[in-house]
């Protein structure tokens, strides 16, 4: 996956509309933004040197939503390329707010600049035991990788 | 599909867990807990006698979703019944505020009885003509059906 | 759920159709079929005393698709109500053989009475050790109710 | 999204695995190959200078899958980088049949080289009138593109 520096927001995946995503309405069905929200929150980490199943493997633990606040602006359609953006809004000691965007990719101009403004919210993720699911202090290192 | 009254909040839909709505983490994914609400929303409205599809090639309307906002407390996992309530918030000319949660189903106890909270939340959903997509007045048939 | 007897093949699940289901092409997206059939699957094993959470604790062991193979014949839309069977078309050592179908429900006939035959297909599950995902045999007491 | 040329196959899209493409099993849940499958026959018409969108606008027609056929030989899991071919098998007036593998990525090698090979199958699509969904002929100039 390539990733893409934004303009103004520092990290964005590009998230391109298959049918899959699609549906009766002729357009991305709500849900899905979760999903796109979900794969740029991970590559946006996996950019700051954490990889989740490697990190579940030595550290134990794992993320899990607490919390989705999600507004709709406009609506995209089947073969459009989105630009989906993370950044962290707040960190706790056992959770963090990461605040996200869904852009409509300006077709017209260069790769990294979004066009539309088509979802926003703010995602509350945990830190837990990943047997116990109960919550847990984040990994110092990981605290740290956070805050840069 | 089964619609059982719940008790105290009137609509409540069965909603079974299978291996499609769980994650790597073993437990329901939580985007589907949207779907699981949708679902609810449908047969609230079948319920009150609107069906979706029949309104939108009668109205040339369709609901679309603007703001989602759900917390999560607890864990499902597979094999677990869950029941989904869907009750109205908040009536307006274009739309609509619906608040929902989804309970553990409690297997010991009668089928209509609900055990632990598991998501809750508010779905504010608009009513947009279906080609445009642009917002308009909801139907006063469905409007009073609502009101209900 | 709601598990009704299907006239001619013994078990049927209904299925309702939700917005999650469709695409923009306006029919369910034809990969859901394969949940669709995952659900009956389940809920046919559940009709024969079978529940794969508890089997999993118990018997160590989960089963796992090998082999999908599927016909489509119609098409599915918004609010439809399906009919979906399961049946055995082969037993062996360490893999079961399971043939599937979705039915539109004839919405005039009475509930358990099956209209247009939308998709078709076989599905091949073996059954694997859920830590090492290697093939094992099928344990015996599971066998003898998959063959009444 | 970045299109690799695969060594030996031409095409090859990379698709990342994400929590929403797992289940409780630890593993890609696998009707999720059939939407991987889906998204590489995208890209690989947009290679070809195919968009399905523009095509349902100007022709008035759209693919509908027919027929499915796929074998799972390993599974997938979170964070897995798959590399997931598609080309040509069979190519009639008013249908196709594509091939397609799913490889996991060799994280060691070079990005366009495919490791362990994980799903394959082969898909039949048609083309269809987009508004009776009735079977019709593939546009000369589309067919041309699909014959090179």
Not at 49 to 61: D, F, K, M, P
Not at 104 to 113: A, E, N, T
Not at 115 to 143: F, M, N, Q, S, Y
Request: proline share 5%.
């Amino acid at each position: 996956m390539t990733r893409r520096a934004h303009p103004e927001r520092g990290f964005a995946l590009p998230v391109r509309i298959y049918w899959e995503d699609t549906d009766a309405g002729g357009i991305v069905f709500y849900a899905n933004y979760l999903k796109f929200f979900e794969r740029a929150r991970t590559e946006w980490l996996r950019s700051l040197g954490i990889e989740q199943s490697r990190l579940r493997e030595s550290a134990r633990g794992i993320f899990v939503v607490g919390e989705t606040s999600l507004r709709y602006h406009r609506a995209a359609r089947l073969d459009d390329e989105l630009l989906v953006t993370a950044e962290v809004e707040e960190i706790g000691r056992a959770s963090l707010i990461i605040a996200q965007r869904a852009y409509l990719r300006d077709s017209k101009g260069p790769p990294d600049v979004a066009g539309a403004l088509l979802c926003e919210g703010t995602i509350r993720i945990g830190w837990v035991d990943d047997r116990t699911l109960k919550p847990a202090r984040i990994p110092p290192t990981l605290l740290e990788a956070l805050k840069t």
